[in-house]
């Protein structure tokens, strides 16, 4: 059972909105910066990191759910000499494992490329203006406690930052810092419900069918379960399953393996351990095999689409058999 703090999600995606932003902005002065030095196959580069900056926040749910989870802490990070708590650390691990404008992506901080060097001072700029902060001072200290760069990475990172801070002097980011529109998430919706109940962790690591077996993979999305499937006799991938927190199973068996009976029976297994009583199935209205199969298993046709239908599946309802009375001899 999860907790959901609603007010927390609110704050995490404004923020990282606004911060997006804030980076497409200094992005745009820092691209100019590069044109007027012939610098323009650099310019286009940096504009396209920063149009995608941070998406792996948004798009990854586990990512998304620990960082909102330490944003009233994010206050305390803005003193340069800060250094991560152990829930801190574990919340923004996720993300900088998976983004190559952060240090912690590589084994070494002297692995960043040049163009990671540009998205990383965008980076830090954007911070600095959406938390009036000194930009220089903390990337200074931050070399020391955290970023550990060459000479030469580090001469490159302040010198990209303090172009920044010179050619932004007289824009107060104001226009972007003070949108009017937020997003809240203030209210407990049925997705909401159904994402604190989602339990993951009661998926066993390995489900065997006669001929298949399934395993269980890890994946960037906390909200689903997702499995590999695999010929048991010589453990060839023959497809993946998963099933989403909101009840929706999506498969697929590889091309070279259908007509096998391998859908009926990895679906028919899968059906058989989740603990959920309801499920439900997108398939397309021209894939009548796959129709077949899903109505040979007992889901039926609930709505559709002119491309698609949706089928829902219903475990029967186990009803307890009652027990004769028998008369008791005195």
């Known amino acids: 059972m999860k907790k959901i703090d609603t007010e927390k999600l609110s704050k995490e995606m404004n923020d990282t909105l606004i911060h997006r932003a804030c980076v497409m902005r200094s992005g745009m002065y820092l691209a100019r910066y590069l044109i007027h030095r012939n610098r323009s196959v650099d310019a286009i580069r940096l504009l396209g990191r920063c149009s995608i900056h941070d998406i792996s926040k948004i798009q990854n749910t ?3 759910m620990s960082l909102a989870s330490i944003v009233d802490e994010i206050d305390s990070m803005h003193d340069i000499e800060h250094v991560l708590s152990e829930k801190q650390e574990q919340a923004i691990r996720l993300h900088r494992k998976r983004n190559p404008h952060h240090p912690e992506y590589y084994d070494s901080s002297n692995d960043m490329s040049e163009l990671d060097l540009l998205e990383m001072a965008c980076d830090c700029h954007a911070r600095s ?3 009036n ?14 970023f550990h760069f060459d000479n030469e990475h580090f001469r490159k990172l302040r010198t990209y930052c303090v172009a920044l801070v010179e050619l932004t002097k007289h824009d107060d980011y104001s226009s972007v810092l003070n949108s009017p529109y937020k997003i809240n998430f203030d209210l407990k919706d049925s ?24 395993q269980k993979e890890s994946t960037p999305d906390f909200a689903s379960v997702g499995y590999a499937i695999y010929l048991r006799e010589d453990n060839t991938e023959i497809g993946y399953i998963s099933v989403k927190f909101n009840n929706y199973i999506e498969f697929k068996i590889y091309e070279n393996f259908l007509g096998n009976g391998y859908t009926l029976e990895a679906l028919s297994k899968f059906i058989e351990t989740t603990t959920m009583n309801e499920l439900f199935v997108v398939a397309r209205k021209d894939n009548e095999c796959c129709r077949a199969d899903l109505e040979r298993l007992g889901f039926k046709p609930t709505e559709a689409t002119e491309s698609t239908i949706t089928y829902r599946y219903k475990k029967p309802t186990k009803v307890l058999e009652k027990k004769p009375i028998t008369e008791q001899k005195i």
């Open 62 to 64: 586990e990512e998304f």
């Open 129 to 131: 203006r959406q938390y």
């Open 133 to 146: 902060t000194d930009l220089i001072a903390y990337i200074d200290v931050q070399q020391d406690i955290r």
């Open 191 to 214: 997705t909401m419900e159904k994402l604190e109940s989602f339990d993951e962790d009661c998926y066993i690591e390995c489900i065997k069918t006669d001929r298949l077996y399934l």
